[in-house]
């Protein structure tokens, strides 16, 4: 009899927690499908022309970095380089803004692909950069980590 009360006690147990996995990991991906979302729009509103980069540098933890893959410009850690990273943008473009394409969320994972588009301050021509974004989200939903993919070529072609 002892047993079989443990047994049921075992299975209700087992019950509850494939139902909390169910709905904890949808829920999970809703919140970083907004978090995403969240970060792109301000990016978009803190780039040029408004160009603030100290509150784009906000946008991810405390320890946050940003790498770029494809080489130039490097890696970014922590707010106050992201800061002068960001802040890079308002001296070579009139304006930029991030398109999306496509996105893919994973838990806190996150993928972000489109265009990348601007005018050049110094030529006034209008760029347009494919992009990637590999974004981790932590519990507070600041980026954690950046891998960013771009074609960063494209743009002295598009300037010629």
């Not at 992201?82 to 496509?102: M, S």
């Not at 021509?125 to 519990?139: A, E, N, S, Y």
Request: with cysteine.
């Amino acid at each position: 009899m002892y047993r079989l009360g443990t047994m049921k006690r075992l299975a209700v147990s087992a019950f509850v927690a494939a139902v909390l996995t169910c709905i904890v990991g949808p829920v999970h991906a809703q919140s970083t499908d907004a978090q995403l979302t969240a970060y792109i729009n301000a990016l978009n509103a803190r780039m040029p022309p408004s160009g603030d980069p100290a509150s784009v540098a906000d946008l991810f933890s405390q320890d946050g970095v940003q790498y770029h893959p494809f080489g130039a410009p490097g890696t970014q850690r922590g707010r106050e380089e992201l800061a002068k990273f960001f802040g890079g943008f308002t001296k070579t473009w009139a304006d930029w803004t991030h398109i999306e394409k496509n996105r893919v969320i994973q838990g806190n994972h996150a993928v972000w692909e489109g265009t990348a588009e601007g005018h050049h301050k110094e030529t006034g021509k209008f760029v347009r950069l494919p992009i990637v974004f590999f974004l981790d989200f932590d519990g507070q939903g600041k980026v954690r980590e950046d891998r960013v993919y771009v074609d960063g070529h494209l743009i002295g072609e598009q300037l010629k």
